[in-house]
């Protein structure tokens, strides 16, 4: 068994070892995520092992509490505002499926949740323009290869945020709403990882849960979130969608410098930054 993973169990939680039947490690891109079974019940533990630049520990303990208010996110047994670990209930469910983003019951599913929950408010506040520049100047700074036409997206970049800021639609965001961070049930969709929920304009969360969708499912999602989908609507998507891949290249290619995972974060960050600069991939700017 893993030594962090029972020393946290033994030394943190307090659980007896003899009590621990099975300990099954299932991945997590900045933290260590594990199913325990522990006295005849499954959990989800979390154990982190990296701050970021927005990590605030306290203002995600309130959100999880929130978003299991509405029935939004897995029970919680135990959670660390110092270091981010956690306990929480498991929940039986699926990851969606590339069927499931083209599913109108998953959409409305989805549409239905992100309303709940962009409806919620915290004090904490995001702005994916400060963090991209930010990360910009890290990654200089750490001498990581960013591309040769990063003043050109950097350009668009500023030219999106002068436009976009211009009509918020502002409601407390998840901001890693990719498909692992989803739960589905035969009668719920859960969240889970909330560390970078804060208030911000819905559609970071919209784009980012579109990133992979066709046009059709795109324009469904909207259609299901707003009761309808305006040519405004669409173009702020694809808008976002820009800031949202530019947000996970940044990140992708800081994470490259200081990762033990086996994941290549160069390579995906150079992935993404070449989906960036094909016009065609979002629209020609």
Known sequence: MNNTIINFLQNEMKWNKLNISSIEKIGGLSSENYKVSYNNNNYFVKICTHNYLHTDRKSELSIINKAIEINLAPHLYYFSTETGNMISSWINGTMPSLNDFSSSKFLHKLSVALNSFHNLKCQKYFNPFNHIRKRINLCNDLNLPLPKSI???????????????????????????????????????????????????????????????????????????????????????????????????????????????????????????????????????
Not at 184 to 206: A, K, P, Q, R
Not at 215 to 229: G, P
Not at 236 to 256: C, G, I, P, Q, R
């Open 151 to 285: 003043d050109t997206l950097l350009n668009h970049l500023n030219n999106l945020e002068v436009k976009l800021s211009k009509n918020p639609l502002i409601g407390l965001c998840h901001n890693d709403l990719n498909a692992s961070n989803i739960i589905l049930t035969e009668d719920n969709i859960y969240f889970v990882d909330y560390e970078y929920s804060s208030m911000g304009d819905v559609f970071f969360d919209l784009a980012t849960i579109s990133w992979f969708f066709n046009e059709r499912s795109r324009k469904n999602l909207l259609e299901l979130y707003f009761n309808e989908c305006t040519e405004q609507h669409y173009e702020k998507l694809l808008d976002y969608l820009f800031v949202v891949k530019f947000y996970n290249a940044t990140w992708s290619l800081l994470k490259s410098s200081d990762s033990s995972s086996d994941y290549d974060y160069l390579a995906g960050a150079k992935m993404i930054f070449n989906d960036l600069l094909d016009y065609n991939s979002i629209r020609n700017f």
